[in-house]
Each structure stands twice: as C-alpha cells, then as structure tokens.
C-alpha cells in the first residue's frame, strides 16, 4: 500500500519542541519534493515548509522562519519538520504530502500525488 504517515505530534508549551516524521511506504521517496502543511481549527490548510529532492531547495512560511527546520533522510525514506520554540498559532493537523513532478519544491495544496493523515499538534499552557 502506497502511502505517507506522519508521527509525532502532541501536546507542548509555548516555547516548546516537536519534531515530526513522515514516513513513505510502499514507494521510494527519493523521487519525490514533500512538503508540510498544517490546518488549524476553522482556517484553511496552508504550506509551512518544502524540501526538494536532493535537499537542494527548502522554502519555509514566513510565519515559521528560523523556527522550524526541514530535513529528509531518503536511506529511511523519511522527512523531518523539527519545530523549535512553538506559539499557539502554531497548532493545527499537520500533513505531509509528496510531490514527483516538482524538481524543487512547492507548497501548494493541489496537485500533490500523495497525502498523510496527519498528526495532531496542540502548542497550549
């Protein structure tokens, strides 16, 4: 079965860390741009990070700059979102998703060939 799951979300405080994974199983993510984004309650989903296939490429929200660091590990076919000092705005479901056509990176919602269920982060006191 072809998909992406995510992992490690949770509950944190203001000021906290969280590093998420995205694991791709059942195919090969080498060739693929992923991309993170998150939906908080009410608003629309929206890009946070991308990392293009060889790591050559990474964009970042300005809403997370210097705050939030993209990485990929393609020997575990896994991405990483490591997210330092956490703000409440930034809870929401997080999803990664994977993109083959991109040769750098793109954070847009449509297009993309594959889509996590996301993990759930909750930056709260």
């Known amino acids: 079965q072809l998909q992406l799951v995510e992992s490690g979300g949770g509950l944190v405080q203001p000021g906290g860390s969280l590093r998420l994974s995205c694991a791709a199983s059942?195919?090969?993510?080498?060739?693929?741009?992923i991309a993170w984004f998150r939906q908080a309650p009410g608003k629309e989903r929206e890009g946070v990070s991308c990392?293009?296939?060889?790591?050559?490429?990474?964009n970042y929200a300005d809403s997370v700059k210097g705050r939030f660091t993209i990485s990929r590990d393609n020997a575990k076919n896994t991405v990483y979102l490591q997210m330092n000092s956490l703000k409440p705005e930034d809870t929401g479901v997080y999803y990664c998703?994977?993109?083959?056509?991109?040769?750098?990176?793109?954070?847009?919602?449509?297009?993309?060939?594959?889509w996590g269920k996301g993990t759930l982060v909750t930056v709260s006191s």
């Open positions: 990392i293009s296939r060889r790591a050559d490429r990474i």
């Open positions: 998703a994977a993109d083959r056509s991109s040769l750098s990176c793109t954070m847009r919602t449509y297009g993309m060939d594959y």
């Open positions: 059942g195919f090969n993510l080498d060739y693929y741009a």
